[in-house]
């Protein structure tokens, strides 16, 4: 049984920083892209960035473009989100997901089997 647990949401004033995790079980880690979603209150769920099976190729959202940085530790079987300079906006549900591949379309949820249960962040002005 394939489980996805997300760890680090809070609450944090704006221009703070947080660190998201995810350590999927169930699955060979290595195998697959990893990528992180939100969804905001009264929102559709947004892609926000994704990561490839060996860390060398990232994608961002251009909203958290040059504040969020994705990686991943294969060793540890984890991914994380490092999230600086955060702003109300950024307030959302955080999931995590995996997918067997990672092609051009790694923004689109279909592109996503494994869904973790979410992680709320909330930023303060």
């Known amino acids: 049984q394939v489980q996805l647990v997300e760890s680090g949401g809070g609450l944090v004033q704006t221009g703070g920083s947080l660190k998201l995790s995810c350590a999927p079980s169930?699955?060979?880690?290595?195998?697959?892209?990893m990528g992180w979603f939100r969804q905001a209150p009264g929102k559709e769920r947004e892609f926000v960035s994704a990561i490839s099976y060996s860390g060398r190729s990232t994608n961002y959202a251009d909203s958290v473009k040059g504040r969020f940085t994705i990686s991943r530790d294969n060793a540890k079987n984890t991914v994380y989100l490092q999230m600086n300079s955060l702003k109300p906006e950024d307030t959302a549900v955080y999931y995590c997901?995996?997918?067997?591949?990672?092609?051009?379309?790694?923004?689109?949820?279909?592109?996503?089997?494994?869904w973790g249960q979410g992680t709320q962040v909330t930023v303060s002005s």
């Open positions: 169930g699955l060979i880690f290595g195998n697959y892209a």
């Open positions: 997901a995996a997918g067997e591949y990672y092609s051009s379309r790694y923004y689109r949820q279909e592109e996503y089997a494994y």
